[in-house]
C-alpha cells in the first residue's frame, strides 16, 4: 500500500512563527504535492515537487515555500504563519505523468494547523 | 475551463441499500477519473478510478459507470454501511502534476 506521513496531524501556532510541515513518502514516487483544505473552497494546490530539489508554484502559493532535499520528504513552511493559514494541510505523491497515464495522486492524513 | 463536480452535496442512504454518487465533467478530452472518499478529519482516499475506454470497472463493492456522450461518472456503493459516511468526490487529471476536484457529496448512512 502506498504510505504516505505527515509528521504533525495537529498543530496550534501563534501569529509570526516559521511553520514547518512533513511529509514523507514510502513509493519512491517521483511527484510530491502540498494541498490546503478549507470548507466550501474544496482541495488548493500550494506547490508542487517533480525531483528533487525541484519546485514549482501550484495555485495559492503566497505565503509558503518548500523543501525536497530528498526524494522521499517534502516540507511545507510557512515563513510567518497568519490566521488566515489555518487550514488543514494535505500532503500527497505520486509516480510522474497524471495525464494519460493512468496515475493518480495518493494522500496523506492531513495536519491540522490552527494559527492564533 | 475543464471542471469536475458533482450533482448533489449530500446524500442520505439507509443502511443496506445501494448508494449512487454522481459526477459531471466538462472536457470531452478527458480520459482518466479518479473516486476518492474522504472521512472526517482524514485525508482523501483512492477508491476506483476508470479510463475513458472503458464504461464500467468493478471494485469491493463498488463500481464506477462512465458515460462519455453526456460526459457524466457515477460512483455505486452496494448494501451501504455505516463505514461508508464520508464526503466523496471525483477527480481528473487536467496535466502531469495537477487534479482538478469536485466539490463532494456527503454520504450519511441512516442506521
Known amino acids: 500500500d502506498v504510505k504516505v506521513t505527515q509528521s504533525s496531524r495537529y498543530l496550534v501556532k501563534r501569529t509570526g512563527e516559521k511553520v514547518f510541515l512533513e511529509c514523507v513518502q514510502d513509493?519512491?514516487?517521483?511527484?510530491m504535492f502540498w494541498y490546503r483544505q478549507d470548507p466550501g473552497l474544496g482541495l488548493r494546490l500550494i506547490y508542487f515537487?517533480?525531483?528533487?530539489?525541484?519546485?514549482e508554484k501550484g495555485d495559492i502559493p503566497e505565503g509558503y515555500s518548500v523543501s525536497r532535499e530528498k526524494k522521499e520528504r517534502f516540507s511545507l513552511i510557512l515563513e510567518s504563519a497568519s490566521t488566515n493559514q489555518t487550514s488543514m494541510y494535505l500532503c500527497?505523491?505520486?509516480?510522474?505523468?497524471?495525464?494519460?497515464?493512468?496515475?493518480?495522486?495518493?494522500f496523506g492524513e492531513g495536519s491540522w494547523l490552527t494559527v492564533v | 475551463g475543464e471542471s469536475v463536480g458533482l450533482h448533489l452535496p449530500t446524500l442520505s442512504v439507509q443502511e443496506g441499500d445501494n448508494s449512487i454518487i454522481n459526477c459531471a465533467y466538462s472536457?470531452?478530452?478527458?480520459?482518466?477519473f479518479i473516486w476518492y472518499k474522504q472521512e472526517s478529519g482524514k485525508g482523501p482516499q483512492f477508491i476506483i478510478d476508470?479510463?475513458?475506454?472503458?464504461d464500467k470497472r468493478q471494485g469491493q463493492r463498488v463500481t464506477v459507470l462512465l458515460n462519455k456522450t453526456v460526459k457524466h461518472l457515477s460512483l455505486q456503493i452496494a448494501a451501504t454501511q455505516p463505514g461508508d459516511s464520508a464526503v466523496y468526490f471525483c477527480?481528473?487529471?487536467?496535466?502531469?502534476?495537477?487534479?482538478?476536484f469536485g466539490a463532494g457529496t456527503t454520504v450519511t448512512v441512516r442506521a
Open positions: 477527480a481528473e487529471p487536467i496535466n502531469d502534476y495537477k487534479l482538478s
Open positions: 515537487s517533480y525531483d528533487v530539489k525541484m519546485k
Open positions: 472536457n470531452s478530452a478527458s480520459d482518466y
Open positions: 476508470i479510463r475513458s475506454n472503458m
Open positions: 513509493m519512491d514516487h517521483e511527484n
Open positions: 500527497a505523491s505520486s509516480t510522474p505523468a497524471l495525464q494519460g497515464s493512468g496515475n493518480t495522486i495518493y
